[in-house]
Nanobody, 116 residues
Framework: QVQLVESGGGLVQPGESLRLSCAAS????????MRWYRQAPGKERELVAG????????NYADSVKGRFTIARDNAKNTVYLQMNSLNPEDTAVYLC?????????WGQGTQVTVSS
């Protein structure tokens, strides 16, 4: 059974940082593309960042380039999202996604709120 459990969200002030984690189980993590999405109230779900199984290919949304960093630890079956210089427009539920052949699984999400 595929499980994706996000953690690390919270309330921060503009300019601060957060590190999200997504612990995966129930599938071959080291062979699966992992992605972070976010969804703000009233907005469509947005792809934030993606990382290939070996970490050799990484992509970011233009809105987070230079501020967010995605990384993975295949030994720990975990993918991370380091978020720096947060601003109120980053406020959303952040969801972990495992994408591969016959797979498109989601975690429950973790809330990130950026407010002064």
């Amino acid at each position: 059974q595929v499980q994706l459990v996000e953690s690390g969200g919270g309330l921060v002030q503009p300019g601060e940082s957060l590190r999200l984690s997504c612990a995966a189980s129930g599938f071959t993590f080291s062979r699966t593309t992992m992605r972070w999405y976010r969804q703000a109230p009233g907005k469509e779900r947005e792809l934030v960042a993606g990382i290939s199984p070996t970490g050799g290919t990484i992509n970011y949304a233009d809105s987070v380039k230079g501020r967010f960093t995605i990384a993975r630890d295949n030994a720990k079956n975990t993918v991370y999202l380091q978020m720096n210089s947060l601003n109120p427009e980053d406020t959303a539920v952040y969801l972990c996604n495992a994408y591969g052949l016959l797979m498109n699984s989601w975690g429950q999400g973790t809330q990130v709120t950026v407010s002064s």
